[in-house]
């Protein structure tokens, strides 16, 4: 479940979440680093292929995470990205 602008996500753990989209970057490989409430930053591996982006996030613990521009630009040049933030609620898994 999302808000149609993606900007809050709601998503059970243990569940994978594919994030595609097109950006203006060469061919790569990257992180993705994404903050949890308690301020560790979870890391996801991002792939562009002739400008098309793709990534999996899977979060093994439930909590609140957080995407924005700090955590966007981490271990890259500066401004290399611009994104709304996004929060993500990462719910319990229950059976």
Same mark, same amino acid.
């Given at each position: 479940?999302s808000?149609? %602008?993606f900007?809050?996500?709601?998503c059970?753990?243990?569940?994978?979440?594919?994030?595609?989209g097109?950006?203006a970057v060469n061919?790569?490989?990257?992180?993705?680093?994404?903050r949890?409430?308690?301020g560790?930053?979870i890391l996801?591996? @991002?792939?562009v292929?002739?400008g098309?982006?793709?990534a @999996?996030?899977?979060?093994?613990t439930s909590g609140?995470y957080?995407y924005? %521009?700090?955590e /966007?630009n981490? %271990?890259l040049p500066?401004?290399t990205?611009?994104? /709304?933030?996004?929060?993500?609620?990462?719910l319990?898994?229950t059976i």
């Amino acid at each position: 479940m999302s808000s149609s %602008d993606f900007t809050h996500i709601t998503c059970s753990e243990l569940t994978n979440i594919i994030v595609k989209g097109n950006v203006a970057v060469n061919d790569r490989t990257f992180s993705m680093p994404i903050r949890r409430d308690d301020g560790r930053l979870i890391l996801f591996p @991002v792939t562009v292929v002739n400008g098309e982006f793709e990534a @999996v996030l899977n979060f093994p613990t439930s909590g609140q995470y957080s995407y924005s %521009d700090i955590e /966007a630009n981490i %271990d890259l040049p500066p401004n290399t990205f611009t994104v /709304a933030p996004i929060k993500l609620d990462v719910l319990r898994q229950t059976i």
